[in-house]
């Protein structure tokens, strides 16, 4: 297979959880998920920046992508990939910030790699459900590219959201 090609089906086959990723950020705002909450540490259990607007908000775009790519066949494999991608996508976003919370990392801080495939494993992790390992699109030569093309992506729409005023932080 050649590089495109694979390049092309990784991508495809993650846009569900890339999309819920990028609508989480852009339609969040408003009440934390954690609903001010503060973890037995005494820190905030997630913080100000995962939203349960934008968790519902990421979760529903990433399943209508999902749903799509299946071409609208709600009891399909690759709907239900489509929604689990989804929705470990947001998770892992929130474990993410859990942990930056218990290193006492305030909101917006950067912190490479965690920041860009916190998203990658909830989602592969939610989508094995489903599709078990080593089956397409579940290879390991698959999951090798999303990992090294996840954060290189992550960074450019970041970038881009910063840019266009979405983000208040470039990373």
């Known amino acids: 297979m050649s590089l495109p090609t694979l390049l092309f089906q990784a991508v495809y086959f993650f846009f569900p959880a890339y999309v819920a990723n990028t609508a989480a950020c852009i339609l ?48 399909s494999t690759a709907a239900q990939a489509g929604f689990l991608l989804s929705l470990g996508a947001i998770v892992g976003d929130g474990v993410g910030s859990f942990i930056k919370r218990r290193l006492g990392m305030p909101k917006g801080a950067p912190a490479p790699l965690l920041d860009q495939l916190n998203f990658v494993v909830g989602g592969l992790a939610f989508a094995r459900l489903v599709l078990p390992f080593g089956t397409p699109p579940m290879e390991p030569i698959t999951i090798a590219v999303l990992f090294v093309v996840t954060p290189i992506g992550h960074l450019m729409i970041n970038k881009t959201g910063y840019q266009l005023k979405l983000k208040d932080v470039p990373w």
């Open 28 to 75: 969040g705002h408003g009440r934390p998920l954690d609903l001010g909450r503060h973890f037995i540490d005494g820190k905030r259990i997630l913080g100000d920046g995962v939203t349960v607007r934008g968790s519902l908000a990421g979760v529903l775009c990433g399943t209508v992508v999902g749903l799509a790519q299946a071409d609208f066949d709600i009891g």
